[in-house]
């Protein structure tokens, strides 16, 4: 069965840019149904014994197996975003990760652009991402629900939720104020450049 991973951080430390509210519904309400949801929908097949990942890839081009599909990937998203974002996390990329953003989009600023506007531009819920190909380059991909890179080939840096439940009790309609804030103080990019293939 599928557990709740711990919340990395306490529920107040994002805030003000992620507020303490906000983290107790979208961690104790919203990722934990994701868990429940998923172990109700496995229990008793073959997938309840299986790696969080290996399940997801599993069942992700079966239409039949949406539901398993959804609550899998949800709790597999939301467990990297939280895994992404520190208010004491390196500001700026370093390194490889750094030469890999220049070559990529030319410059750390172009890029951080270019995943807010996949994520203000994402119609609906979803996600944004700072990916990196097989080809080893890097990309920014957005995707909707509960839709998760790795199931097209893409290796997750960084994401954004920018479903409503991210944002809605601190920014209301600011989804753009929030993609913003989360992308400039939140996002630990020492975490991103961990997920880059050697
Ligand atoms: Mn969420």
């Known amino acids: 069965m599928f557990s709740l991973s711990p919340l990395p951080f306490s529920e107040d430390a994002l805030a003000p840019v992620i507020s303490a509210n906000t983290l107790s519904f979208h961690y104790g309400k919203h990722h934990k149904a994701y868990v429940d949801n998923l172990n109700n929908l496995v229990k008793g097949t073959e997938y309840e014994s299986m790696d969080l990942s290996a399940l997801i890839r599993a069942v992700a081009d079966h239409p039949e197996k949406i539901g398993i599909f959804n609550n899998a990937a949800q709790v597999w998203n939301h467990a990297f975003y939280w895994s992404g974002l520190s208010r004491k996390g390196a500001r700026v990329p370093s390194g490889k990760l750094a030469q890999l953003i220049d070559e990529g989009f030319g410059s750390f600023d172009a890029m951080k652009i270019k995943l807010a506007e996949a994520a203000v531009?994402?119609?609906?819920?979803?996600?944004?991402?700072?990916?990196?190909?097989?080809?080893?380059?890097?990309?920014?991909?957005?995707?909707?629900?509960?839709?998760?890179?790795?199931?097209?080939?893409?290796?997750?840096?960084?994401?954004?939720?920018?479903?409503?439940?991210?944002?809605?009790?601190?920014?209301?309609?600011?989804?753009?104020?929030?993609?913003?804030?989360?992308?400039?103080?939140?996002?630990?990019?020492?975490?991103?450049?961990?997920?880059?293939?050697?």
């Open 121 to 198: 531009g994402q119609f609906g819920s979803g996600w944004a991402w700072l990916v990196q190909d097989k080809a080893g380059k890097l990309q920014v991909t957005k995707t909707g629900n509960a839709g998760v890179p790795f199931t097209q080939g893409l290796t997750p840096l960084i994401t954004v939720d920018v479903w409503e439940h991210a944002y809605y009790l601190d920014y209301q309609n600011r989804r753009a104020d929030y993609v913003k804030a989360v992308i400039d103080q939140l996002i630990d990019w020492d975490f991103a450049a961990n997920g880059l293939s050697a």
